[in-house]
């Protein structure tokens, strides 16, 4: 009895050939869009939880309160760097400076962002924080003093036209560093375009006499967040600052996390919502689709009922339609919507010099996205159906 829908209902739709293709867009490119914004920014989400998986869930970052990437708030001192070292429950600490400086290479100028990081033992405490790898040379040690090491782009010709490589020669702020190490991709402009140089040189070079940010490593025999708590406590009695009126924050790398997922989590329900717009669309078309192909059919349903047909035969035959076209727009919005966010993962990667976005297409969303596009097709065929099965047999094959 079904196949005999299936077969009625294929043949009338392979009869109308372009308004079931109108139908099928329309369904193709809404659960397209859902498809592709959900699955970007799931593959997002997971892309940066293994980042912070890589970093460990034992770091502490304390920063000034910034506007923007502005900071706004006072830096920190030698004394609060010792002072956050002092706290129960903190390994290490590494403190870092931060500016944007004037660097030279084969004849051409930029500027460019300069990082002063520590070079003794706390440096494992930002390398494992910011995912520092070097890919060529060596990085930083004690000894070095004009010695740098240089972002991935440097190495690709993407901030001067010359590839810079281990042993040359950059002057920062008018100042000569040879190259001791080039770091793989990280992914973000400021880490990929980055000269770090020793800490203690940079307050020379950079004029600064304060620390842009200090990571803390907490001890796991201590809770991070008390460890966390006891490091804002430390610097507020130092700066004689009042609970909620400091001008630093003091994150834990879990609390970094909850706040770009829910960064992430706003911007995706955003873009599912602008998806609507395409969703609202495709149901109205598929609606006045089939509304038109009711009246137009008037006189073949009044045939099919006066030879038998019930008016839930007529619905369903109309519904089954309905259904051949959300079943085959929703598998080809799925690789419409999973092919849009694979190119977006390939150009992005490639532009970005690193993996940064993963995109995989999970069982639930697949699920989620026939469901809906079956939805979507019997939502709005029902009118249509209803207005079909309920007409009389007369009325119909006199017009």
């Given at each position: 009895m079904m196949s005999d829908y299936l077969t009625i209902s294929s043949r009338n739709l392979s009869r109308r050939k372009t308004r079931t293709f109108l139908t099928l867009l329309g369904i193709l490119i809404a659960i397209g869009a859902l498809v592709a914004l959900v699955s970007l920014s799931n593959g997002l989400m997971h892309s940066v939880e293994e980042v912070f998986e890589q970093m460990g869930r034992d770091k502490i970052m304390v920063m000034p309160t910034l506007a923007g990437f502005v900071p706004i708030g006072e830096q920190f001192s030698s004394y609060e760097h010792?002072?956050?070292k002092r706290v129960p429950g903190v390994i290490d600490a590494a403190a870092m400076t931060f500016k944007i400086g004037l660097a030279e290479f084969g004849g051409e100028t930029a500027f460019v962002y300069v990082s002063g990081v520590s070079t003794d033992s706390s440096m494992r405490v930002l390398e494992d924080m910011q995912n520092l790898v070097v890919e060529d040379g060596r990085n930083l040690i004690s000894q070095d003093r004009f010695r740098a090491v240089v972002g991935c782009r440097y190495a690709q010709g993407r901030v001067f036209s010359r590839e810079v490589k281990v042993r040359d020669t950059i002057t920062v702020e008018g100042h000569r560093f040879k190259v001791a190490g080039i770091l793989e991709c990280i992914?973000?402009?400021?880490?990929?375009?980055?000269?770090?140089?020793?800490?203690?040189?940079?307050?020379?070079?950079?004029?600064?006499?304060?620390?842009?940010?200090?990571?803390?490593?907490?001890?796991?025999?201590?809770?991070?967040?008390?460890?966390?708590?006891?490091?804002?406590?430390?610097?507020?009695?130092?700066?004689?600052?009042?609970?909620?009126?400091?001008?630093?924050?003091?994150?834990?790398?879990?609390?970094?996390?909850e706040t770009f997922n829910q960064t992430v989590g706003m911007i995706s329900v955003l873009l599912v919502a602008l998806s609507l717009v395409s969703i609202i669309v495709a149901g109205v078309v598929i609606m006045n689709t089939l509304y038109t192909n009711v009246l137009e059919r008037r006189r073949e349903i009044g045939v099919m009922k006066s030879i038998g047909a019930k008016n839930y035969h007529i619905a369903l035959l109309f519904l089954t339609e309905a259904l051949i076209i959300s079943l085959a727009g929703g598998l080809l919005g799925l690789g419409l919507g999973f092919g849009v966010s694979k190119i977006v993962q390939v150009v992005a990667n490639s532009y970005l010099g690193a993996d940064i976005l993963i995109v995989r297409l999970d069982l639930y969303l697949f699920s989620f996205a026939m469901l809906f596009s079956i939805g979507l097709g019997m939502f709005a065929s029902f009118y249509p159906a209803m207005k079909a099965a309920k007409m009389h047999p007369v009325d119909a094959m006199r017009e």
């Open positions: 010792d002072a956050i992914g973000s402009e400021q880490d990929d375009t980055t000269i770090m140089i020793p800490l203690d040189v940079s307050k020379e070079v950079l004029n600064v006499d304060k620390y842009f940010s200090v990571v803390a490593q907490a001890s796991p025999a201590f809770e991070i967040d008390e460890v966390a708590n006891e490091v804002e406590k430390r610097i507020r009695d130092i700066r004689g600052q009042k609970e909620g009126d400091q001008d630093f924050s003091v994150q834990t790398s879990d609390q970094l996390l």
